[in-house]
Every structure is written in structure tokens, then in C-alpha cells.
């Protein structure tokens, strides 16, 4: 297993797993709101097709966590509406 | 300027069972193959991470669950010996280049230029001929509520499964037709996981039709496999609404509910499922000739029968060329190979033809049972142009059927020309979850056949990249500095 931070909450998954199978086991709320209406998302598909777990990940904004393989200490942060410029 | 390294025989782009079997074959007959993957291990997503739970029956000391059980089966073995297969090419073969965790962003088809992103780090790659093996996705279901937290795809959920042996907490439901709903709800019934309800959109009078075109007999191993899953989801408690229509999913910032025409039920997962289609992001990218798919409701390149598209250099194996199956992808990807090694001048016609002999039967089985499949799970009307002009269709900004609707009724011919009035299509992911549901709506609002309204042409980067990797050096292991 690996921990990794969710936002600020320590999770555990497993080896090999992805950034967005931490977050739907992390039981946040939602790891974006949407830029035009606020609306909060979690991850839809988990193949790289919807974009809709865009998340900030060590530092990097709008990276597809589904496609990212978590590692020890990874920081996965949750996007708000409209990133800044 | 210093020449770049030398260009690779063949580019294969995706390592899901036609790529593999490519790379495989194309070794073999001495080509020089750089294989590119965005995922970690190869498998593609039909035997994601299959690796992990091989030869492991005893299941996993490390609490990693790809070893899962509920994922055994034939299937299993036979991506697993695959993987193996392709793992033994790479370590016996200095002239396969395996690239996991490589995104394409941009080809180049004529100058036969990859350009790729790995880990952050922008890459390019030169190749005399290229091979797209991208697959499938599923079919976009635009139900009203489908954007709650909480609502998922199957594959999704098989996906969540396979890598992080995770299921849903309490009850939960799938949605939708196709033979993937009954494989997911034995294998997360068998992982342990809640009251599950499976809610059958399939429209009355389906069976009839499918048995009348056919292909039954040379697929009933196939169908045998499916009438068994089918009995061991209901003996593990399944319960199975047929015939559902007008499915919406309820809650206010996460899923509680899902309702249809005469029912309801509590949930906090709803995993949706219309079947897949081929994944044409790049190929409509590249402006290929595609051809409408009146059986699987798609749009697919136009191939040969050795997967050669209008593009004189460029190939498409397995799903992304149109819908068949991993078995049918295995085999179109090693009639790939000998076609390039033909058109390179490694092989002749006649030796061409006779290699291909293996791969065009094993297609034929593969293909069998398909046109039973797709007349049986054949989408409904209202999986393709949501009736509710409320839906929000283009998940990305939000833009629902009404207003798409609207926008044709003001002169909006297709999908491109709804995406300038509407924004749908210009968000992060590039029209991949609404451009055939657009397209569905605006040849609803102008009665034309959907193929009239085309397609939506999507522009590179085919995924994001950051203007910090484009600025970085070009990683490329065989190009001395200097």
C-alpha cells in the first residue's frame, strides 16, 4: 500500500492504482468544481476520456489524475471553478 | 541543424491486445518497433494491470488486489500470456523500444513525426510507418443528473476494481445493455460488494431481431460464456429490472437516486454502460477518411483489410478501427505488422499473404458473434439524442441538448459549427464525451440522418501538455547531445 495526501487527509491505496482511484477512496466530496457553473465532479471515467479528475498534483494544476500512478507522499489537491490566471 | 536519429520502422501507438500483438510481429519479422502506451504496464484496458494478479493465485502479500478472485477467468489467462508474450519480445529484442506512460500529443503523418509527452517530459520519435491501436471508450449516456459525483462509468468501476480492488459502498446500480453490465456485476458481487440492481435498458423485441441476423453458430462459445454469467450474477443476488426507460439520476451535489419510467431506488453509485465505441480522437485529428457504422452507431476510419487507412502511412488495428473485441484486436494487429513489413520491403505479397492466412481465420471467429451483439444491444434513441432539453450534454462547459438544439435551429449544420456557437467540444476533453451526442441532436433538430451532421475535427495536443515540457530539452535516449 501507499499513502498518499487527498486533499489534507492521508489515504492509503494500493500499489499501481491511480491518483483518481485515491480520491474516490478518500471520500471527498469532489476533486473539482466546474469553471462555468461551480458544479462539483469526481472522476467519471478513470481512462483518460472525460477530464472530469483534473486535480492538482504535486504542485502541477489541471493533470488528469486518472492517469497519473499514485507514489509515496503524492499531494493531490482539488481544483476550485475558474483556475487563476 | 543535426539529423535526428534514425527513423523507426514502426510506431505503434497503445499497447492494449492489437498493439501488443503488432509489436510482436513486427519484431519478428525484423522491423525495428517503437511501441508508445499512456498506461504503466502494458494490457490496454481490457487487461489493465493483469500482470499483477498472474501467477499469483494465492493472492497478493502486498494487499495489492489485481490477484483478485472475482477477476479470475479464461479471459484473464489469455491477456496475461499476451503481456507475458510481449515482455519476452522486449527482453530478447534491442530493436523493440517500449515507452509506458507516453502520451501521443501530435503526429505529423507525413514527415512521420511522433510527439509525445512522458512523465511531464516532452519527447519526439521518427517512424516510417505508424500504427494506431488507441481502442475504444464507451458510449457517452447523457442521462439527466449523469455529471452528480457518484455517477460513474462501468468501466470505471472495472477499472477501480482491477488496479485499486475497490468497490462501491452500499447499494448501488448499473445502468445500461451489453455484455459488460453482467461480467461487472458478477465481479464486483463476487468482491464483496452491496446490494447491486441492474437496470437493463435493452428495448423489447431485441432478441428476436438479433437471432435473425445471424452468426450464431460459430459464436456459441462466446454465448454460451454469457448465458453462464448471466445465471452466477443472478445466484449472487443480483436483482435485474428489464426494460428500463427514461433513467435520470437524482441529488443535489452527489448522487442519491436513481429513477426511472415506474421505479426508483436509493443509491449512492450508478455505473453507466451503452456499450463502447472506437476511439477516433486521433485519426479525425489527422483527417482521415472515416465511414459511418449503421450497426454499432459509430463512426470508424475507413480500412483495408490489412488496416490500412486513406493515409498511406498510417494503419489502425483492434477497437479503434471499429468494434470486435480483444480476440478480434490481437489478430487485426499481426495483419497490421505483415502489412508493414510488405509495404517496408521486408516481406513479399505472396509471403504476406501466406503468413496472413492464421490472423484473417482467427478474425473471422473473433467477428462471429458480433452482428448478433450489436442488433441485441443496439443504443435507443434517447442514449444517442437525450430527449430532455435540460441535459446537459458537453460536460465539460455545461452545454445542454437544448441549447445544442437550439443552435441548429439557428443554422448550426454539425458538430464543428456548434462547438463556435456553444463552446461544447472546446473544453478539456476535446468533444470525446459529447461530439456524437451533438451530432445526434443536430440531425434530430434539421432531420437528417446522423452521418449527414459529421464529425466533430478535433486539433493537437491530442492531450494536455505544459508549455514547460515544450521548452524542455527533447529526451530522445539514442540522440548524443552536440
Keep these: 500500500m501507499v499513502e498518499v495526501l487527498v486533499g489534507d487527509r492521508p489515504v492509503l491505496v494500493p500499489a499501481g492504482a491511480s491518483a483518481a482511484a485515491a480520491v474516490l477512496l478518500s471520500d471527498l466530496p469532489a476533486i473539482r468544481t466546474t469553471p462555468v457553473s461551480g458544479a462539483p465532479r469526481l472522476p467519471y471515467c478513470m481512462m483518460g476520456v472525460c477530464f472530469d479528475c483534473l486535480a492538482e498534483i504535486d504542485g502541477v494544476p489541471n493533470r488528469q489524475a486518472c492517469m497519473v500512478t499514485v507514489a509515496p507522499g503524492m499531494r493531490i489537491a482539488p481544483q476550485r471553478g475558474v483556475r487563476a490566471a | ?482
Design chain 2, 1 to 482: 541543424m543535426t539529423p535526428g536519429p534514425a527513423p523507426r520502422d514502426l510506431a505503434i501507438v497503445g499497447a492494449g491486445p492489437a498493439g501488443m500483438a503488432a509489436a510482436v510481429e513486427a519484431d519478428a519479422l525484423g522491423l525495428s518497433v517503437v511501441l508508445i502506451d499512456e498506461q504503466p504496464t502494458p494490457g490496454g484496458q481490457v487487461f489493465r494491470a493483469v500482470e499483477a494478479g498472474a501467477g499469483d493465485p494465492a493472492g497478493d502479500p502486498a494487499g495489492d488486489s489485481a490477484g483478485d478472485p472475482a477477476l479470475a477467468g479464461e479471459d484473464r489467462d489469455s491477456g496475461a500470456r499476451l503481456v507475458a508474450g510481449l515482455r519476452a519480445a522486449i527482453g530478447a529484442s534491442a530493436r523493440l523500444d517500449y515507452r509506458p506512460r507516453t502520451a501521443l500529443w501530435h503526429l505529423d503523418a507525413d514527415a512521420g513525426l511522433l510527439s509525445t509527452v512522458t512523465d511531464g517530459a516532452a519527447g519526439e520519435v521518427a517512424a516510417r510507418r505508424v500504427l494506431l491501436a488507441t481502442g475504444a471508450q464507451e458510449r457517452p449516456v447523457p442521462i439527466p443528473g449523469w455529471t452528480l459525483p457518484g455517477v460513474l462509468t462501468a468501466g470505471a468501476a472495472q477499472i477501480l476494481l482491477k488496479t485499486a480492488g475497490a468497490v462501491p459502498e452500499g447499494a448501488a446500480a448499473i445502468a445500461g445493455q451489453g455484455p459488460l453490465c453482467w461480467l461487472l456485476a458478477v465481479q464486483l458481487l463476487r468482491a464483496g460488494a452491496g446490494p447491486l440492481t441492474l437496470l437493463e435498458t435493452s428495448s423489447g423485441g431485441a432478441l428476436p431481431r438479433a437471432l435473425r441476423a445471424g452468426g450464431l453458430w460459430s459464436g456459441r462459445a462466446a454465448l454460451r460464456k454469457g448465458v453462464s454469467l448471466m445465471r452466477e450474477a443472478r445466484a449472487r443476488g443480483l436483482r435485474v429490472v428489464p426494460g428500463v426507460r427514461g433513467l435520470r439520476a437524482g441529488g443535489d451535489s452527489r448522487l442519491r437516486r436513481v429513477a426511472w419510467e415506474g421505479g426508483t431506488l436509493e443509491c449512492g453509485t450508478l455505473l453507466l454502460h451503452e456499450g463502447v465505441i472506437p476511439s477516433t480522437h486521433v485519426t479525425r485529428a489527422l483527417g482521415l477518411a472515416h465511414e459511418w457504422d449503421a450497426g454499432q452507431f459509430c463512426w470508424r476510419p475507413r480500412l483495408d483489410a490489412w488496416g490500412a487507412t486513406s493515409h498511406p502511412a498510417i494503419a489502425v488495428a483492434g477497437d479503434g478501427g471499429g468494434i470486435g473485441g480483444w480476440e478480434a484486436a490481437v489478430a487485426a494487429g499481426r495483419l497490421a505488422a505483415l502489412d508493414a513489413a510488405y509495404r517496408l520491403g521486408r516481406l513479399d505479397a505472396a509471403a504476406r499473404d501466406a503468413r496472413a492466412a492464421p490472423p484473417r481465420a482467427a478474425l473471422r471467429r473473433a467477428l462471429a458473434l458480433r452482428p448478433f451483439l450489436d442488433r441485441l444491444y443496439a443504443p435507443s434513441p434517447a442514449v444517442l439524442a437525450p430527449p430532455d432539453d435540460a441535459t446537459v450534454v458537453c460536460r465539460c462547459e455545461e452545454v445542454t441538448a437544448g441549447q445544442v438544439r437550439a443552435a441548429a435551429r439557428l443554422g448550426a449544420t454539425g458538430p464543428n459549427q456548434v462547438k463556435a456557437f456553444l463552446r461544447a467540444g472546446m473544453g478539456p476533453c476535446q468533444g470525446r464525451l459529447c461530439g456524437t451526442t451533438v451530432a445526434a441532436l443536430v440531425a434530430g433538430a434539421r432531420g437528417i440522418p446522423v452521418p449527414a451532421a459529421g464529425v466533430l475535427r478535433p486539433r493537437a495536443p491530442y492531450r494536455p501538455v505544459t508549455v514547460g515540457a515544450l521548452a524542455g530539452p527533447l529526451p530522445e535516449a539514442d540522440d548524443p547531445i552536440g
